[in-house]
């Protein structure tokens, strides 16, 4: 089993929807979570994290969090063609040295105009 | 403004040739890493440092050397030991917090000619 998976994709959507992206991770003691957004070719650029349980919110995105079930989410509303990106999903798991991450494969998606 | 410049953007590597790649911050973080990525996976950690003098290698560091004389460097030598050397090459860094997020650089794209 993988510490960090996630649908790889493609998953498309068409324009004004909500994009849904999925991460389940395997250490129960992972401590904080975050979503980084990769654009073909570039680097990944921090979108969102959350450390406790339920949702938080920062504009059109909402990280969902949920320990129990060990997942994490990140909904996009009002999908715009400008959200079309890989999305990598991170873990700390906060072990032997403070900053333990891994990193999900991500999940490409496509927002159709 | 503050970042993390990765140079050069695109590198190219003969057979048995040794290469450095570059990594330098102006965000005053301890904690910097290495990260190599291959179409269609994830980050895998190569090296990473907490602290300057001191580094520990990551999952996959056979073939790589680094060193931290400074803060604010992390260079990573790709050496003639790593046989399949092409990859897009990641330097991120963070504060010294389990709760806090890597910020990446523009990565290096590294070929063998």
């Known amino acids: 089993q993988k510490e960090v998976e996630q649908n790889s994709g493609p998953l498309s959507v068409p324009e004004g929807a909500i994009a849904s992206l999925n991460c389940t991770y395997s250490?129960?003691?992972?401590?904080?979570f975050f979503w980084y957004r990769q654009y073909s070719g570039k680097s990944p650029e921090l979108i969102m994290f959350?450390?406790?349980?339920g949702d938080k919110e920062d504009g059109r995105f909402t990280a969902q969090l949920n320990k129990a079930s060990q997942y994490v989410s990140l909904l996009i509303r009002d999908s715009q063609p400008s959200d079309s990106a890989t999305y990598l999903c991170?873990?700390?798991?906060?072990?032997?040295?403070?900053?333990?991450?891994?990193f999900g494969a991500g999940t490409r998606l496509t927002v159709k105009p | 403004d503050g970042g993390i410049t990765q140079s050069p953007k695109y590198l190219f590597r003969k057979e048995g040739q040794n290469v450095t790649l570059s990594c330098e911050q102006n965000?005053?973080?301890?904690?910097m890493y290495w990260y190599r990525q291959d179409p269609g996976q994830g980050l895998r950690l190569i090296y990473y440092?907490?602290?300057?003098?001191?580094?520990q290698k990551g999952d996959i560091a056979e073939g790589y050397s680094v060193s931290r004389e400074k803060k604010e460097s992390f260079p990573l030598t790709v050496t003639s030991a790593q046989k399949n050397p092409t990859a897009f090459y990641l330097c991120?860094?963070?504060?010294?917090?389990?709760?806090?997020?890597?910020?990446f650089g523009d990565g290096t794209r590294l070929s063998i000619l």
């Open positions: 440092s907490q602290i300057v003098n001191d580094f």
């Open positions: 991170a873990v700390n798991r906060g072990r032997v040295d403070n900053n333990d991450m891994r």
């Open positions: 965000l005053n973080h301890d904690a």
């Open positions: 250490d129960r003691g992972s401590q904080s």
């Open positions: 959350i450390y406790s349980n």
């Open positions: 991120a860094s963070s504060r010294q917090d389990l709760s806090q997020p890597q910020h």
